[in-house]
């Protein structure tokens, strides 16, 4: 069961169990997208994990959704993205169920090779 719904006092309250949260995560996460604005801001965001051997299941779907969103691989466990990205690297987190050890965001003006960046994006 997904919802649990529950009378006290008259009300009526509905809330979703342990199940239904996982469920509910999901979707959210399969109609996840970055948002392009109409002008670039001229900041990279750079996500970095570091995901142990013993949670590879986690660190494959993590790699292959972060491709899925248009990040570019810059260097191994490194991946980049020009526009924000915040909420959806938080959802990510939180859904894969890492810590701030395991995945961080960084924004920076500047990056090395940042030509073949830009072509990968179109910027």
């Not at 008259?10 to 970055?34: C, M, N, P, V, W």
């Not at 986690?58 to 191994?76: I, P, S, T």
Request: with cysteine; aromatic share 12%; charged share 30%.
């Amino acid at each position: 069961m997904c919802i649990d719904i529950k009378k006290h006092n008259h009300q009526i309250y509905i809330s979703l169990t342990e199940e239904g949260k996982k469920k509910a995560g999901r979707f959210q996460i399969d109609s996840l997208q970055i948002q392009t604005p109409k002008r670039w801001d001229g900041k990279w965001r750079i996500v970095l994990f570091d995901i142990e051997n013993s949670k590879n299941i986690k660190r494959n779907a993590l790699r292959g959704k972060l491709k899925e969103l248009g990040f570019y691989l810059y260097q191994k466990s490194v991946w980049i993205h020009p526009y924000k990205c915040d909420d959806e690297i938080k959802l990510l987190k939180d859904f894969f169920g890492l810590t701030g050890n395991e995945i961080s965001l960084i924004v920076a003006e500047k990056i090395a090779n940042e030509k073949v960046a830009k072509n990968y994006f179109r910027l």
